[in-house]
Nanobody, 114 residues
Framework: VQLQASGGGLVQPGGSLRLSCVTSGDIFKTYDMGWYRQAPGQQREFVAQIVPSGTEYYADSWKDRFAISRENAKNTIFLQMNRLKPEDTAVYYC?????????WGRGTQVTVSS
């Protein structure tokens, strides 16, 4: 199973980025898709999830600034990140999950700095 995340980069505080994660159609249609992040020296933590029906779930810490979405025709999920802060600096990982089957993408680096 391949999960290809992209869209990371360097952005100034207050800026925005949109991350993308593409996978195969079979996975996309049946798995819950989500984003996690891992800041330097920290554990990986949940950011947001979107299930095949389109229902969204967020960690409280970021639900006011981040939005997850999906584009079914492209087997792609997105994470729109707004009003970014230096503490949002992390590697962002895409996850596909169905029961105890969990797959991870490689991650994309987001650096928020002036």
């Amino acid at each position: 199973v391949q999960l290809q995340a992209s869209g990371g980069g360097l952005v100034q505080p207050g800026g925005s980025l949109r991350l993308s994660c593409v996978t195969s159609g079979d996975i996309f249609k049946t798995y819950d898709m989500g984003w996690y992040r891992q800041a330097p020296g920290q554990q990986r933590e949940f950011v947001a999830q979107i299930v095949p029906s389109g229902t969204e779930y967020y960690a409280d810490s970021w639900k006011d600034r981040f939005a997850i979405s999906r584009e079914n025709a492209k087997n792609t999920i997105f994470l729109q990140m707004n009003r970014l802060k230096p503490e949002d600096t992390a590697v962002y990982y895409c996850q596909a999950r169905s029961g105890n089957k969990i797959y991870w993408g490689r991650g994309t680096q987001v650096t928020v700095s002036s």
